[in-house]
DNA sequence: TCGATGGCTTGTA
DNA sequence: CTACAAGCCATCG
């Protein structure tokens, strides 16, 4: 695949512990166009952008955004501005993340999520007058924020937790950091709201 | 283009 | 409680 120039991809690595967790922003246009979930591995966390956007360096300019991720991935509430994030939608650009505008609207409905509280694949769907269900998980599958698009917040109906890129069980950990109760891997009715 | 494939949901047994 | 089928709809090859 011919790599274009324009977008050429930086990755920044914060390590904490023993837990690496990356960010590629494009040069051109300083937008986080990947953000993966941590890695034990650092190379492994390279490769889940590069995986994405071959032509990149390694370089710390964008280590405070991948250190902000971190924190949130531990459970503190953290403010990220959207507009760092790539959520142009151009179907002629195959390398923008989002490539549809019901993944973005998707994406969006999710970041309003707040933080310690869960919403479900399907109201999610309905908040945007479609009954796309299994669509919508697709979407938090493909999620290319991972954290900052909090799609871990998103859980079945039944309020079960449902599947998640980093497995259940960080799934599952990640909520009770942030104070959602759960029993096995269920969420507990009161601390469920719309 | 069209069938297969999902981080789903509901109903039935 | 579990299991399975049918329905749903955006995406991918």
Do not use: W
Request: proline content about 5%.
């Amino acid at each position: 695949m011919p790599v274009n120039p324009k977008n050429k991809v930086i990755v920044s690595i914060y390590r904490d512990g023993d837990l690496y967790f990356s960010v590629g922003v494009v040069e051109s246009t300083g937008k986080v166009v990947k953000i993966s979930l941590p890695k034990t591995d650092k190379t492994k966390a390279i490769a889940d952008i590069t995986n994405y956007y071959p032509d990149f360096e390694l370089r710390d300019e964008y280590k405070d955004i991948a250190k902000d991720i971190s924190r949130i991935y531990k459970g503190k509430k953290v403010d990220f501005d959207l507009g760092m994030l790539e959520l142009d939608v151009d179907k002629s650009n195959r390398d923008l993340p989002v490539k549809s505008t019901f993944q973005k609207d998707v994406l969006l409905e999710t970041y309003n999520i707040p933080y310690g509280e869960v919403e479900t694949y399907k109201s999610l769907a309905e908040k945007l007058i479609s009954r796309a269900y299994r669509a919508v998980g697709t979407v938090m599958a493909k999620n290319p924020f991972p954290l900052v698009v909090p799609c871990h917040r998103v859980v079945k109906s039944d309020l079960t937790i449902g599947q998640y890129g980093g497995g259940r069980k960080m799934k599952g950990e990640l909520l009770k950091k942030e104070g959602v109760h759960l029993k096995g891997d269920k969420i507990i009715k009161k601390n469920y709201r719309t």
